[in-house]
């Protein structure tokens, strides 16, 4: 298990009585779980990083036996050791108050038509798209600290991306 915090955030988080937001990010690349790790913790969220499905799966089942289960979740949807969709389905099982959100590099096709339709039952708070944007990661980690609503942050964003694509 890789883990990693912002301690000068933590320090004055503490000192302010707020516990920071603890997110577990699965992804089989490594290079993605190092930006996305650079990202969170820069911007004071502490950070479990998994390598595969069943570890991510691992990591959320030891924080939900400590009291303390994750928040939210980034998970790459297509990996060899337990795929996205394992890791949606065991997490919302145990806490379907727990934001999910799928990452894949698939384009708009019939693979990708596929992949929404297994997902479709499996409830993941949303899918986001490979490059992904920061501030859109970073939006949705500070709508989940906040209890606010990070879906639709989430969508408004999107939308708005799309508008931006369609007016240049």
Known sequence: MERFINLG???KSMADGIKPLEILV?????????ILERLLITSGYGVT????????????????????????????????????????????????DTAVYGMTGYEADKDHERLKAELEGVGPDGILQKPFSFPLIKGIAQQVALGQNHKQFAADYLARQLQDKSQS
Do not use: W
């Open 26 to 34: 699965i992804d089989d690349d490594s290079d993605i779980r190092k």
């Open 49 to 96: 990083l998994a390598s595969s499905g069943n570890h991510g799966i691992q990591e959320y089942a030891k924080s939900v036996e400590k009291g303390e289960p994750f928040r939210l979740v980034f998970t790459d949807l297509i990996m060899e050791d337990g795929t996205g969709i394992d890791v949606t389905r065991a997490i919302k099982s145990k806490n379907p």
């Open 9 to 11: 955030f933590c320090k």
